[in-house]
């Protein structure tokens, strides 16, 4: 089982940055994947990065490449978010998730079996 825990997130004015963090705790290693997804009021949750476990590679939305950069420190068992570049759409609840990595590559929310609870950005 694992248990995910966001913070980081809060009010910022467009242009500007911020980092995300997630404290994972439970079994977190080589088989499980970790993820940010996002979702706003009326819109569908969706998927803005991963990490393959051990910091291998990432992978990103369109939305978001080049402005986000999705991190691990594994002595930590802390996953990060770096946000660049932030826009009035990029405003919306963020999700750290984390899956078996089968799914690595995915930024299907079906993909993913544990969810934290959210931390909100707000970009204006």
Not at 104 to 120: A, K, M
Request: hydrophobic share 30%; net charge negative; with cysteine.
């Amino acid at each position: 089982h694992v248990q995910l825990v966001e913070s980081g997130g809060g009010p910022v004015q467009a242009g500007g940055s911020l980092t995300l963090s997630c404290a994972a705790s439970g079994n977190i290693d080589d088989s499980i994947v970790m993820a940010w997804f996002r979702q706003s009021p009326g819109k569908k949750r969706e998927g803005v990065a991963g990490i393959y476990p051990g910091g291998g590679s990432q992978y990103y939305a369109d939305s978001v490449e080049g402005r986000f950069t999705i991190s691990q420190d594994y002595a930590k068992n802390t996953l990060y978010l770096q946000m660049n570049s932030l826009q009035p759409e990029d405003t919306a609840l963020y999700y750290c998730a984390a899956g078996n990595v089968w799914y690595g590559g995915s930024l299907y929310p079906s993909h993913y079996n544990y969810w934290g609870r959210g931390t909100q950005v707000t970009v204006s």
